[in-house]
């Protein structure tokens, strides 16, 4: 039965559009850095952000990187040694992620400008708000949230995404009311399907695996990632989800189709078939989510 849903944000919850190849979004942002004396062209500003994302990631990939080879060297030594418990640290694909307020503090440096953390935020906020065409939930989502909630499950978000983009986003959509714990990529350093980002929520709510479910749009961040961590994982897809063939996931459901997804985690539309499937799944202490509800 499932107690615990954790949902990714962008395209399973949040219909988004931004698009920060528009000229007028690098003209105006421009004109804002001007305001405070980092004077760059559109051109300039646009080509200096894309070097310090670039630049920034793979300073990140390198650290976490070293950091991973300096775990796996000392539990090789407890491992031929007399501490050896025959244990082995979680092997992971490093998937770094940089804080955005960090690349706009750079390119205010850049121009001979000692930005402080405030207004690092306010620029990346502006930047956001230029470059969204739209932001909304689709359709149901609310309700299907309000319904987990009165029926007890806890519910989580996990989601790939920029702090101070996406924190007011949720604000602004109301969405924060109806989770019991929110985890944005960029507070961690690490993004999915990078597994440590999985364990952390994990271990930070005291998480049974067992019993918990990941919904995403995403084969690979939401559906692979939740399967190296040992959950059971929903798919859906909707109109943001990558094109790629997913095969792993435990269910399946075409476009943002919350009241579906409501049943699904709620267990509200089962054949006697997938019952008799419940209870031999019970009886032999596993999870029954995974053959009960697979629907490609």
């Not at 149901?140 to 978000?157: D, H, P």
């Not at 798919?235 to 409501?262: C, Q």
């Amino acid at each position: 039965m499932v107690q615990t849903c954790i949902f990714d944000l962008y395209g399973t919850l949040v219909d988004i559009h931004t698009d920060e190849k528009k000229p007028e979004v690098w003209k105006k942002l421009a004109l804002f850095f001007r305001y405070y004396g980092a004077d760059y062209t559109p051109g300039e500003l646009k080509e200096a952000y894309s070097f310090q994302v670039q630049k920034l990631t793979e300073m990140f990939r390198e650290e976490q990187e070293k950091q991973a080879g300096n775990e796996k060297d000392g539990q090789l030594e407890k491992e031929n040694g007399k501490d050896s418990a025959g244990k082995h640290s979680p092997e992971y694909e490093s998937s770094p992620e940089i804080q955005m307020e960090e690349v706009f503090l750079r390119l205010y440096r850049e121009r001979g400008v000692e930005a402080d953390q405030t207004l690092a935020v306010h620029t990346g906020q502006f930047f956001r708000s230029l470059s969204t065409d739209y932001l909304r939930l689709y359709d149901g989502v609310e309700s299907m949230l309000s319904e987990l909630r009165q029926a007890g499950k806890k519910v989580y978000l996990l989601s790939n995404a920029q702090s101070i983009f996406t924190a007011h986003e949720i604000k602004a959509l109301r969405l924060d009311r109806w989770f019991d714990g929110m985890f944005l990529s960029s507070d961690y350093g690490c993004k999915k399907p990078d597994l440590r980002f999985y364990e952390k929520l994990l271990a930070t709510y005291g998480i049974d695996r067992e019993t918990a479910v990941m919904i995403g749009n995403d084969g690979t961040c939401d559906i692979q990632g939740a399967k190296r961590a040992g959950l059971c994982a929903v798919y859906l897809h909707t109109n943001l989800s990558p094109e790629e063939t997913v095969t792993e996931a435990d269910a399946v459901i075409e476009g943002a189709d919350m009241e579906r997804l409501k049943e699904l985690l709620l267990g509200s539309s089962r054949s006697d078939k997938e019952k008799v499937t419940e209870k031999k799944a019970t009886k032999k202490k596993t999870r029954s989510f995974r053959n009960e509800y697979t629907e490609h």
